[in-house]
């Protein structure tokens, strides 16, 4: 069993950076895929990003491309998601999830934490 702890949420100002961790409680390097995802108050859970087991492959959502990059460190067995440019619409509660499989998918994830509050104010 996988736990997930996400941290680094907060209230910014529309064009402000924050940068989420999320810590694995055992090693996740290489044998997990990635993901961050978000859900804002009466919205479905959507993609925001992924990397795999090796960060040879990343994906971003189109609503957040260019502003928002994925990495991990498999050494540190923690995921990172650095938000640059945030705007009103990009305020949710962000989730980690780890899975056997690179995937925008949610249901392709095992794993999940209990997210961090991101609050981005215009």
């Known amino acids: 069993q996988v736990q997930l702890v996400e941290s680094g949420g907060g209230l910014v100002q529309a064009g402000g950076s924050l940068r989420l961790s999320c810590a694995a409680s055992?090693?996740?390097?290489?044998?997990?895929?990635m993901g961050w995802f978000r859900q804002a108050p009466g919205k479905e859970r959507e993609f925001v990003a992924a990397i795999s087991g090796t960060s040879s492959t990343t994906s971003v959502a189109n609503s957040v491309k260019g502003r928002f990059t994925i990495s991990r460190d498999n050494a540190r067995d923690s995921v990172y998601l650095q938000m640059n440019n945030l705007k009103p619409e990009d305020t949710a509660v962000y989730y980690c999830?780890?899975?056997?499989?690179?995937?925008?998918?949610?249901?392709?994830?095992?794993?999940w934490g209990r997210g961090t509050q991101v609050t981005v104010s215009s």
């Open positions: 999830a780890a899975g056997s499989r690179f995937s925008p998918l949610s249901l392709l994830y095992n794993f």
């Open positions: 055992e090693r996740t390097s290489r044998s997990y895929a």
